[in-house]
């Protein structure tokens, strides 16, 4: 039986906050600055045997800076990650306010840092399209320099055409097919529409939803649907929607050892595969 505790794994969705933006905003019982603070990460990492974590921004540079500018928010994420010392690394933010130029300079400056993987796009957080104008231009950049990007899509339920639905993911794939794409949350609902799609995706904050709704023995052929060399282990921590920070990886943990999947599968989903994703290994 796997022990998922204890396997060695990549965390690939978290969510932690800079120093300055927690102290200024104590006392809201806000999840993110309660539990979202470096020392307190690092710790679970050693706790849980987390080798390394993908720190993702909101697009909302309230959230992750005091000056609410989005390149701002880049350097707070590189300066947590340096600081963890290749144990943390991050997605670069974007805000759509600014004029798709400003967005495209940026993303350039901060992409070479050797703490970014990707691009970070929350259709959801920004009320925008994913397979709008303004984010075509971001795919198109990203496919011409071969960068990741990860699209947070957990849809509402019964809205097809959601601004972060899967329909409109087929639409950018279908446009450009060579896109590298990482999937938050497998497409919450909809995810059926991902399956035949060359990406990635990973369980970030799904998992206990499905579990609630479906039980473990469905949700466990639910997520063997997915090609298993594409499926990516991911908290979203410290936010869900159904349990408390202090218990989301613990329920993780009990759910996924439940179910039927391998020791090889296992490392591959904790492991193997975000490696692959990521471009650290070609096979």
Same mark, same amino acid.
């Given at each position: 039986?796997?022990?998922?505790?204890?396997i060695p794994k990549i965390d690939a969705h978290i969510?932690?906050?800079?120093?300055?933006?927690?102290?200024?905003?104590?006392?809201?019982?806000?999840?993110?600055?309660?539990?979202?603070?470096?020392?307190?990460?690092? &710790?679970?990492?050693?706790?849980?045997?987390?080798?390394?974590?993908?720190?993702?921004?909101?697009?909302? #540079?309230?959230?992750?800076?005091? /000056?609410?500018?989005?390149?701002?928010?880049?350097?707070?994420?590189?300066?947590?990650?340096?600081?963890?010392? &290749?144990?943390?690394?991050?997605?670069?933010?974007?805000?759509?306010?600014?004029?798709?130029?400003? @967005?495209?300079?940026?993303?350039?400056?901060?992409?070479?840092?050797?703490?970014?993987?990707?691009?970070?796009?929350?259709?959801?957080?920004?009320?925008? #399209?994913?397979?709008?104008?303004?984010?075509?231009?971001?795919?198109?950049?990203?496919?011409? /320099? &071969?960068?990741?990007?990860?699209?947070?899509?957990?849809?509402?339920? /019964?809205?097809?055409?959601?601004?972060?639905?899967?329909?409109?993911?087929?639409?950018?794939?279908?446009?450009?097919? &060579?896109?590298?794409?990482?999937?938050?949350?497998?497409?919450?609902?909809?995810?059926?529409?991902?399956?035949?799609?060359?990406?990635?995706?990973?369980?970030?904050?799904?998992?206990?939803?499905?579990?609630?709704?479906?039980?473990?023995?469905? @949700? /466990?052929?639910?997520?063997?649907?997915?090609?298993?060399?594409?499926?990516?282990?991911?908290?979203?921590?410290?936010?869900?929607?159904?349990?408390?920070?202090?218990?989301?990886?613990?329920?993780?943990?009990?759910?996924?050892?439940?179910?039927?999947?391998?020791?090889?599968?296992?490392?591959?989903?904790?492991?193997?595969?975000?490696?692959?994703?990521?471009?650290?290994?070609?096979?």
């Amino acid at each position: 039986m796997v022990d998922w505790k204890k396997i060695p794994k990549i965390d690939a969705h978290i969510h932690l906050l800079p120093q300055d933006v927690i102290d200024a905003n104590k006392g809201y019982s806000d999840r993110f600055v309660d539990f979202g603070d470096y020392d307190s990460y690092l &710790n679970l990492m050693e706790k849980y045997n987390i080798e390394i974590a993908f720190i993702m921004p909101f697009n909302d #540079p309230y959230m992750l800076s005091m /000056n609410f500018k989005v390149d701002t928010v880049n350097n707070n994420l590189i300066d947590i990650c340096t600081k963890s010392k &290749n144990k943390l690394f991050c997605f670069a933010d974007i805000d759509i306010r600014n004029d798709i130029k400003t @967005t495209i300079n940026e993303l350039e400056r901060i992409i070479k840092k050797k703490e970014v993987l990707g691009v970070k796009i929350h259709p959801s957080n920004t009320g925008y #399209p994913i397979d709008g104008i303004y984010y075509d231009e971001v795919f198109k950049w990203a496919n011409d /320099n &071969n960068i990741l990007v990860e699209i947070h899509s957990y849809p509402r339920e /019964n809205l097809i055409d959601d601004v972060c639905s899967p329909l409109r993911i087929k639409n950018i794939k279908k446009k450009y097919p &060579n896109l590298r794409l990482s999937i938050a949350h497998i497409g919450g609902l909809q995810y059926e529409e991902l399956l035949n799609l060359d990406l990635y995706v990973n369980i970030s904050a799904i998992l206990t939803d499905l579990v609630e709704r479906y039980g473990i023995e469905k @949700t /466990n052929k639910m997520l063997r649907k997915f090609d298993i060399n594409k499926l990516i282990f991911a908290s979203d921590y410290p936010d869900n929607r159904r349990i408390e920070p202090t218990e989301i990886y613990n329920k993780y943990f009990e759910i996924l050892q439940q179910m039927d999947f391998t020791q090889d599968e296992a490392e591959k989903i904790c492991k193997y595969n975000v490696l692959k994703m990521v471009g650290y290994l070609n096979k």
